[in-house]
């Protein structure tokens, strides 16, 4: 396919973004080229977009962003085998060597060659986007083009919340954006004992309620730790401990409230180095600590699909915008107003 | 057995420790009393000694301190069952509750009402001392009661060594006290593809390389992390990393020469919390963390017995020294100096 | 407590039961009393009523049989810690013994000294029972009776059920009698894709499908293979096959349609040895198999307690009638004709 | 390259093989041209050799078989970034499709659409062969060209073994052909508490007690399951059974000697169905049981050349005998007789 297409791009280093038009990518012989019908907003996007000192790091202008989408296959690569032109399709976006010893044993996510879609190559807020065959997930038709969109961070919901024991379990969930509220849904959904969802703004608090938290707490509000070791006294702390804020208080919290022998997953990132206290956190606690890192490849998609399919859990109430493109602004706005769950942009 | 007992005792608040007598204890339905044969000084006794910010909060005079020890039964409960007078023991030196949560799911190790043998309740730097039942752990007659008595600190390392994977894979062990060096024997004894041992005394280090590791390198003098990653850069790291110093510039040094994907076992308590990288340690490495406590009741245990019968591992050059139970002040001056590995005392 | 209580014992060898008195028991110092308050019926309880073969070997009459109940504390010994008077309880019915490699591990489970409830001793078709302490199960005051006695069954199932993972696999269980029903809808409770239930009767596959399975074959109507293969052609087969019926029919089946790699928890007993395809079941499928008896001890009960005091999982369902103590036959007879789930006895 | 080469194969159905002449094959983008420096023969080669029924239904001819190799690479396709000419290799002998569900799961050991070296397509008893770039293990320099070749079984044995838990445990492996003898040295080389070999020769008994295992019992002559019983009394039998033969009653023996909650990795291939007590040898046993097939992908290579390479295991007692091609007669005869241990081919 030739010609331009529209884009959402940074032009240069500083805040913001801009539409423009640029060439529709053409698909290598294992590449495909797609049709993006929905994309979705990462908060990751929104630090690109407000040119945070990360970004100034790793994003080199002119830099399409965006990763997170569904969208149909327009054209294959010459050697492509398991796609067809129409697939209704959406994509890890970590594409790795598949070659180093991380790639070679099954840890692709931590692959150390990874280059990131919308970070490390140009990303999908545009029209079209070129992607390896070999990242290229087939959404079964049944699952709306909004929820395939934003599968890739219910993805990362998946890997922190089932890298150990949850049925029966007690879970608290810090940070209630769209990972945290897809935790506390996969929790409730596989069988937690309760899960307790913990945000500072009262809008993702409704929404965690929404999404089978049983239990919401206020970070600034409520005597979180009073309430939770109340809550789980019997055990003497919550089982589960799901770290999705990156917030230096609230990893202090949850490790305070997790029971001796209990499991955690950590998958917010603290933007510094903070003091910690790892004898009182992690050694005598003989507690166990996950680093969560993308999704692993490809089980973690399989079970995504699997559990998006099967209706187990109902992703909707975390979508609660939708804007063309071109409105862009408004949905950064929100995000950062944190008044919003998840923000649905169509090209 | 009725009649006075030497103790080495700490008689009131304040550095040091005194010789004295004390009644020998008796045995209730469910317990045995056990003349000592050896004992051995931990690390924890030398804090204890010295009177230390931790030992104020937590030991309560007078106190007969002391828990690494072997003995021989003299006298048994009314209900005792499993052991017989003359029989060949050691202890697990936790006193659990066995009905609060931990105990009832098999995580003895993390009771919360756990009583230690020497901190809690008077110990084993005597010429004896009563125990329950259900922690008395039966030694081969075969094994030395040298080594007998050091197996509780052995089953430190056995707890830490065996959490996860070690056969074929590389493995850096931070901190050369007996723990640490029964780590690097353990790791490489169970398959270690090579095992490199750190600490800033050069006396242990030449321990370390008694104790089968492979690599020794000198905190103070040598670029740690520099070497590591260029004997592990085909796997961007060591594969596990074991924290057996309590040190927080080498918890550092470890999880920087971690591989993405790798695992820890940390035992070292650091004295106060600190600065601390969770990002770039455990978040974007995957890495998986295990807190390490005393040891599993009573797998590690089995695992240690049978290690040491089996001749595994050579324990004995971590014993470097021996004295009368009344010449415990050069024992504890030579730990103080880190001049030693285990220290023997033989009441 | 002093006198006698209505008892339903075996007197003799030979098929049947009757009612009978016996002096009510004391507590040892370490045991409680326990009043009935319901007791349900087990397989194995029938076994016994019909003095099948294994019987024969294995009950020493004159024995009182029943062990599934839960009722009140009325007695506790001298040395009893953890439960008082008028506390509600159930009980773990495998009898330990502590000491042995097995117990010291941890698998208490597989206790090769295991003492059998209404089997070795003397049950609980009585008006009262005396346990050891350690085996007692608190109950959450909001579970019905016959829930709590049901649980035992039930720990079954968790046990078997969660042995691996559960979450967005296809699950398939053989044998809907009660702890097959647990099963299916413990594992739709924690996520599974879908479950399919597979009997030979249509009473229990209705059953089935209240306890939450999607799908229900019946065994000597449906092309169960066919079917099953149909569904989860993608993956080559379920991903989970719980076997819960001992029949020879089901294992080949369950077996045949399990993915390769998939894993399977075998808890129903076979009757005798079969010809059995290692080659095709297990080894080429690089199959992962688990032997499942009893329940852990206690993680299962505190897993099954969470359960069931969270709502996770609804039980009613599988209890199907209820009959005073005297009416036992009613029950046994249901039983065999298998036109009943779960039939509750009330002393 | 262009030209002919000499090989072995099968040119019709019917027992035996021939030399003869073959195109040099050509590698397309992604394979690579190998000169083949060493080969062994493995059991299925004998399999082929001897015409049994498996080999009717799996083998077309012509085939040339063989897949146990180390070579050169001497012409590498035009889009392989990997590997250069002058690479010394070996290759994972099961082509995976790298599609299926079991391949993007990362159990490419499963793949239902694999194609075995050598079965499926031409394999390595010849001067040259192509394999693609995925497949191909780049040797370390260090390690000789024999054990190179034999590192594919040798994975077979580094999978079986390391499956689950073995250090402290007490081993036994049925059947001491190379892979059995194999898995004596890496459960011994692992830390087993002590291994125990059974064969039916004495050949390879004492094969197997220079592969380090600590007892050896034949089990014609022996009371294989008396010795074993008395030898591990103390946990009602071995905590690991490896069974390596394919033999019912080896199988058997096995399953009655492991002890109760003990595991078991089965890879021998039963011949056909027989009467297996699955309720005995599995149910209540509460035996954890792996179906072993090839190797994982690839992990167990990456472990596989990281034991070889830090020579925790001396593989150089099981390669006995060393012909050229054009003598292989000779070597299937002693395979045939059970009179070696693996035998060489230089092509």
Redesign the interface.
Request: neutral net charge; hydrophobic residues 40%; charged residues 25%.
């Given at each position: 396919m030739k010609g331009k297409m529209r884009v959402l791009f940074k032009k240069n280093p500083g805040p913001g973004a801009e539409m423009g038009l640029a060439d529709i990518p053409k698909p290598a012989s294992k590449e495909v080229l797609i049709k993006i019908k929905v994309s979705s907003i990462c908060g990751t996007d929104l630090h690109i977009y407000n040119w945070d000192s990360w970004s100034q790091h790793h994003i080199k202008t002119p830099r399409i962003f965006g990763h997170e989408f569904s969208g149909e296959v327009v054209e294959v690569g010459s050697e492509v085998?398991?796609l067809n032109v129409g697939d209704y399709v959406s994509s890890e976006t970590h594409i790795v060597c598949?070659?180093?010893?991380?790639c070679?044993?099954?840890?692709g996510?931590?692959?150390?060659n990874t280059k990131i879609l919308g970070i490390d190559i140009d990303g999908i807020f545009a029209e079209y986007v070129v992607l390896p065959e070999?990242n290229i997930i087939k959404n079964d038709l049944s699952i709306p083009p909004e929820v395939a969109s934003v599968q890739e961070p219910f993805g990362n919901a998946?890997h922190s919340t089932?890298v150990d024991?949850?049925?029966?379990?007690?879970v608290v969930v810090f940070g209630c954006g769209p990972i945290g509220l897809f935790c506390c849904s996969?929790a409730k959904?596989?069988?937690a004992?309760?899960v307790i969802g913990v945000d500072i703004k009262n809008y993702r608090l409704k929404l965690a309620k929404k999404m089978k938290a049983d239990i919401v707490l206020n970070g600034k509000k409520d005597d979180v730790i009073g309430e939770i070791m109340k809550l789980t006294e019997?055990?003497?702390g919550v089982d589960v401990f799901l770290e999705m804020s990156g917030s230096p208080d609230a990893?202090q919290q949850g490790f305070k409230v997790l029971?001796?022998?209990g499991w955690a997953s950590?998958?917010?990132?603290?933007?510094?180095?903070?003091?910690?206290?790892?004898?009182e956190h992690?050694?005598?606690?003989?507690?166990?600590?996950?680093?969560?890192?993308?999704r692993?490849m490809?089980?973690t998609?399989?079970?995504?699909q699997?559990?998006l399919?099967?209706k187990?859990v109902d992703v909707m109430p975390v979508i609660t915008h939708k804007f063309k493109l071109e409105e862009f602004e408004k949905g950064f706005q929100l995000m950062k107003e944190g008044k919003c769950g998840k923000v649905i942009l169509i090209p």
């Amino acid at each position: 396919m030739k010609g331009k297409m529209r884009v959402l791009f940074k032009k240069n280093p500083g805040p913001g973004a801009e539409m423009g038009l640029a060439d529709i990518p053409k698909p290598a012989s294992k590449e495909v080229l797609i049709k993006i019908k929905v994309s979705s907003i990462c908060g990751t996007d929104l630090h690109i977009y407000n040119w945070d000192s990360w970004s100034q790091h790793h994003i080199k202008t002119p830099r399409i962003f965006g990763h997170e989408f569904s969208g149909e296959v327009v054209e294959v690569g010459s050697e492509v085998t398991s796609l067809n032109v129409g697939d209704y399709v959406s994509s890890e976006t970590h594409i790795v060597c598949e070659k180093c010893f991380q790639c070679k044993i099954g840890n692709g996510h931590v692959c150390t060659n990874t280059k990131i879609l919308g970070i490390d190559i140009d990303g999908i807020f545009a029209e079209y986007v070129v992607l390896p065959e070999v990242n290229i997930i087939k959404n079964d038709l049944s699952i709306p083009p909004e929820v395939a969109s934003v599968q890739e961070p219910f993805g990362n919901a998946v890997h922190s919340t089932f890298v150990d024991e949850i049925v029966g379990n007690r879970v608290v969930v810090f940070g209630c954006g769209p990972i945290g509220l897809f935790c506390c849904s996969l929790a409730k959904s596989a069988g937690a004992s309760f899960v307790i969802g913990v945000d500072i703004k009262n809008y993702r608090l409704k929404l965690a309620k929404k999404m089978k938290a049983d239990i919401v707490l206020n970070g600034k509000k409520d005597d979180v730790i009073g309430e939770i070791m109340k809550l789980t006294e019997d055990r003497g702390g919550v089982d589960v401990f799901l770290e999705m804020s990156g917030s230096p208080d609230a990893i202090q919290q949850g490790f305070k409230v997790l029971r001796p022998g209990g499991w955690a997953s950590l998958l917010g990132i603290p933007s510094a180095p903070f003091e910690f206290d790892i004898s009182e956190h992690i050694v005598f606690k003989g507690a166990t600590v996950y680093g969560i890192i993308g999704r692993r490849m490809y089980d973690t998609w399989c079970k995504t699909q699997s559990i998006l399919k099967s209706k187990i859990v109902d992703v909707m109430p975390v979508i609660t915008h939708k804007f063309k493109l071109e409105e862009f602004e408004k949905g950064f706005q929100l995000m950062k107003e944190g008044k919003c769950g998840k923000v649905i942009l169509i090209p």
